[in-house]
């Protein structure tokens, strides 16, 4: 059914061998692999080149390597096995460390909020920083010790727990990697909405033709609306997803005006 190319094979075999040994043997791999924020004690250099190839779920690691299965081959049969790797590697190293310095500015800011709190507890800031910060925890847990802190604002014990919240969602937020080949799938999709932009491809749902060119269009459009009205509970890496897209296209544009055989 699908005419896998080598390099593309390559890709599928060691995504889904790890995502395998994770599994079976109950290898929490993203501790230690995934892209964590900047000034995190678990943060290490080589996360930008090995979250790629880590996937928090078997829908996430199917929807990457379904991409790549459906739009990889033909790139690759363009550019050669060597140099369709250098593109993904490019895109999803790129992505994660794009991704990685626009995570540690917003961490940043939670990390003064945070300071700032626990040098100055009150009721009305723990308010702020859990409406700001907690979205994607007990929010009816936290909004009900928001009140009673409020009730007793020169209580020791409230004061302690409200710091003791703050912390946890500091440590939470902070503390969750990155993983996925996201970046570089959705590298080698605006590649290929460039290479081959009216390219009729068949959605799934509904089952309709579609020019490449629309489905890159779309797909870029969905993610910079999904980053910018991001919800608490959202932990998809939309940023990362365009950082994916901005290099892909930079990197085509700068080797077709150097005359490479890329583009």
Do not use: C
Not at 136 to 146: K, P, R, V
Not at 178 to 189: E, I, T
Not at 194 to 220: C, D, E, H, R, S
Not at 241 to 259: D, E
């Amino acid at each position: 059914m699908f005419n896998l190319t080598p390099m593309v094979k390559n890709i599928l075999i060691i995504n889904i061998g790890i995502f395998l040994i994770g599994y079976l043997f109950h290898f929490d791999l993203s501790h230690l692999f995934g892209v964590h924020y900047l000034f995190s004690e678990g943060f290490f250099i080589f996360q930008y080149v090995t979250y790629m190839w880590l996937h928090a779920s078997f829908m996430h690691l199917f929807s990457n390597m379904f991409a790549v299965l459906i739009f990889g081959p033909m790139l690759e049969r363009v550019w050669g096995s060597k140099k369709f790797l250098i593109f993904y590697l490019i895109t999803g190293i790129g992505a994660g460390i794009l991704y990685g310095v626009a995570d540690t500015i917003e961490k940043n800011s939670l990390t003064h909020a945070t300071e700032e709190f626990i040098d100055n507890p009150d009721p009305d800031q723990f308010y702020i920083y859990i409406q700001n910060h907690g979205r994607g925890f007990n929010m009816a847990q936290l909004g009900d010790f928001s009140d009673q802190y409020n009730q007793h604002p020169n209580d020791l014990s409230y004061t302690s727990q409200a710091v003791s919240y703050v912390n946890q969602i500091y440590q939470a937020v902070t503390n969750i990697p990155m993983v996925g080949a996201s970046g570089a799938v959705f590298g080698v999709l605006m590649a290929f909405g460039m290479l081959f932009p009216n390219t009729q491809l068949m959605l799934l749902f509904p089952p309709i033709p579609i020019k490449a060119k629309y489905i890159v269009l779309f797909y870029g459009a969905y993610e910079l609306y999904s980053e910018i009205n991001r919800s608490g509970t959202d932990n998809v890496a939309h940023l990362a997803h365009l950082s994916g897209m901005l290099i892909a296209f930079v990197l085509l544009k700068y080797w077709a005006r150097n005359g490479k055989d890329f583009y």
